[in-house]
C-alpha cells in the first residue's frame, strides 16, 4: 500500500480515542488538540507524535470538523524533541545505530506531521501560550495562522545543539519572514518575544494571556460558520499558487470558481446580503 493511501487510512472515532500526552475535543465545528506534557513544556515524544498524528487525521477527515486549533498546555506551547531524554539515550533520535539504520529517523517520527498537514485543507491555527522553540517552533509554524499569548517566546534553537531544522523549519520560516529574517534566527539560534514576532509578521495577533484561549475559539468560530467549501478551496488555492506561476495559478482559481458557485452558501450569501441580514452557510 503507497504512503499517500495510509496517510488516508481514517483512524477510530473521537470517542473511541484515548491518549495519555495530548488532549482532543471536538465541538462547534472546532477540533482542539491540546499538547499535554506540562511538566516538560509539551516536549514531544514518539507516543506524543503517534497521538498528535491520530488527532489530525481524524479532524482532517472528519467531516463536521472545519477549523483545527493547536495549543499546549501550562506554560509552554511546545519545547520540539525532548533533550533530556535525548541525552540519556532515550530520545526521539535514537542512538548508537548506523548512518544507515537511522537514515528513516525522522522520516518516520515527526515528519509525518508535516506531510499529513500538507493536505489539510481546513484552517489550522496555533494558540501559542508560551514557548515555542526548536521543533516547537515548527510546529508552531506549520500552522496557518499563529495568534500568541503575550507572554510567548519563540526560538529556532536548533544551532544551540549543534543541529539544523529537521521536520520542515527551512521549508516554512522563509515564507512566513522571508529569507533573510529566518537565516538569521536560525543561524542565532536567539530567543525572540511575541512583539517581536509580531513585528516581523510571524504572528498575526498577540493578545494578553488571560485572553488568549476565549480569543483563539472566537477566531476559530467566526471560521466553523463560515462557507467551509470556499474556505477550504482558498487556503489551497493560496499554497499551491506559490509554487506556480500566474497564468497555472488563474487556471486553478477558475476550477475552485466553478466548485464554488455550485455550493448552497454561494446562493445564501448574496441572499443574506439582499436581505441586510447575517448569512447562515451550511458548508455544502
Not at 472546532?30 to 506534557?37: E, W
Not at 472528519?62 to 493547536?70: F, G, H, Q, Y
Not at 531524554?85 to 522520516?107: C, I, K, T, Y
Not at 498575526?204 to 463560515?226: N, W
Amino acid at each position: 500500500m503507497s504512503r499517500a493511501r495510509q496517510v488516508q487510512k481514517r483512524p477510530k472515532t473521537e470517542d473511541d480515542m484515548e491518549f495519555e500526552q495530548i488532549r482532543y475535543e471536538k465541538s462547534d465545528g472546532i477540533a482542539t488538540i491540546t499538547l499535554n506534557r506540562p511538566e516538560r513544556m509539551n516536549a514531544f515524544t514518539p507516543k506524543m507524535l503517534d497521538e498528535w498524528l491520530a488527532a489530525l487525521q481524524d479532524a482532517h477527515l472528519d467531516a463536521e470538523t472545519r477549523v483545527i486549533l493547536l495549543t499546549g498546555e501550562g506554560r509552554g506551547f511546545c519545547t520540539g524533541m525532548d533533550v533530556q531524554a535525548q541525552a540519556q539515550g532515550q530520545g526521539l533520535l535514537r542512538q548508537g545505530r548506523s548512518l544507515a539504520e537511522g537514515r528513516n529517523d525522522l522520516r518516520d517520527t515527526v515528519q509525518r506531521i508535516p506531510r499529513l498537514v500538507a493536505q489539510m485543507d481546513k484552517p489550522y491555527i496555533a494558540a501559542v501560550t508560551g514557548g515555542g522553540v526548536g521543533a516547537g517552533m515548527d510546529m508552531a509554524s506549520m500552522c496557518d495562522i499563529r495568534i500568541a499569548a503575550g507572554t510567548a517566546r519563540f526560538g529556532m534553537t536548533y544551532a544551540r545543539m549543534g543541529l539544523i531544522p529537521g521536520d520542515g523549519g527551512c521549508y516554512y520560516l522563509p515564507r512566513i519572514v522571508g529569507v533573510a529574517r529566518a537565516l538569521d534566527l536560525i543561524w542565532t539560534g536567539r530567543l525572540f518575544d511575541a512583539e517581536e514576532a509580531l513585528r516581523i509578521g510571524y504572528v498575526s495577533e498577540v493578545v494578553p494571556a488571560e485572553e488568549l484561549v476565549a480569543y483563539t475559539h472566537d477566531y476559530a468560530l467566526r471560521l466553523a460558520k463560515g462557507p467551509a467549501v470556499a474556505i477550504q478551496l482558498a487556503k489551497r488555492l493560496v499554497y499551491r499558487s506559490l509554487e506556480v506561476d500566474i497564468d497555472q495559478a488563474l487556471e486553478m482559481a477558475q476550477g475552485a470558481m466553478t466548485i464554488a458557485r455550485s455550493t448552497e452558501d454561494a446562493r445564501e450569501g448574496p441572499r443574506a446580503f439582499v436581505e441586510k441580514r447575517e448569512p447562515e452557510f451550511k458548508g455544502r
